[in-house]
């Protein structure tokens, strides 16, 4: 029996003050699940609030994103959310953090998914993000103290990226600032480039263009293990 993947989806809906909706982007969620599901690994959500998390990047347009929408189980799981507290970390061989601008408001500050992302690491599972998605790998501890990005290649949604989106002042803090200050060798390219970084069982995609990839990678990490 495969061991399950946790994906981890924002429960925030708004852009700060501006009265923009977000949440979790659909393709950030669909393109990695449709590796992972495809290789026969079952996939849990949770959120910081559990039950149904905002969405956005609502675009059935692209086929993967209607492939997740349309299946019956999944679609029922991310709209049942798990709250945090009904996470049993042992479950799970990886953790996922999709990206979505509402990741950089609730996903940093909470001590229970950090602690179920250190639990899963420390027993020699993968800790994985996209895009926003590494705002929830900031305040990660490990047991000797250490910051889990401390020392490791990482990336995630750029300041030039934030900029781009004229987001730079709304956002709670710029995410790649935040991991340089807890160690972090931040790693980028261009704008909208796929980038995937894979460091000692980390995996870190830059933005929406990396999802399918952080999948990939994931999934060889676990053939690897």
């Known amino acids: 029996m495969k061991k399950k993947i946790l994906f981890v989806v924002t429960s925030h809906d708004k852009k700060g003050d501006t009265g923009e909706s977000t949440g979790y982007y659909l393709g950030e969620v669909s393109h990695p699940w449709e590796v992972l599901h495809n290789a026969g690994y079952e996939i849990d959500f949770t959120s910081p609030k ?22 019956t189980e999944y679609k029922n799981k991310i709209d ?17 953090y999709a990206g979505g601008h509402g990741a950089m408001w609730d996903f940093a500050d909470n001590a229970e998914l950090a602690g179920i992302a250190s639990k899963i690491y420390e027993n020699g599972g993968i800790v994985a993000a996209v895009c926003h998605g590494p705002a929830g790998l900031v305040n990660i501890k490990l047991n000797n103290g250490q910051y889990l990005v401390d020392g490791k290649k990482i990336n995630a949604f750029t300041n030039e990226e ?64």
Do not use: M
């Open 50 to 71: 559990g039950g149904t998390p905002p969405v956005d990047g609502f675009d059935l347009k692209d086929p993967v994103n209607k492939e997740f929408w349309e299946n």
């Open 80 to 96: 049942h959310s798990l709250q945090p507290s009904q996470v049993n970390p042992a479950n799970y061989t990886a953790i996922f």
């Open 162 to 225: 934030e900029a781009e989106v004229k987001l730079t002042n709304i956002v709670p803090f710029l995410l790649e600032n935040k991991l340089k200050e807890r160690g972090a060798k931040f790693e980028k390219s261009g704008l909208w480039q796929n980038h995937v970084v894979s460091d000692q069982r980390v995996i870190t995609g830059q933005n929406p263009q990396s999802a399918k990839s952080v999948g990939e990678a994931i999934l060889k990490e676990l053939k690897n293990k």
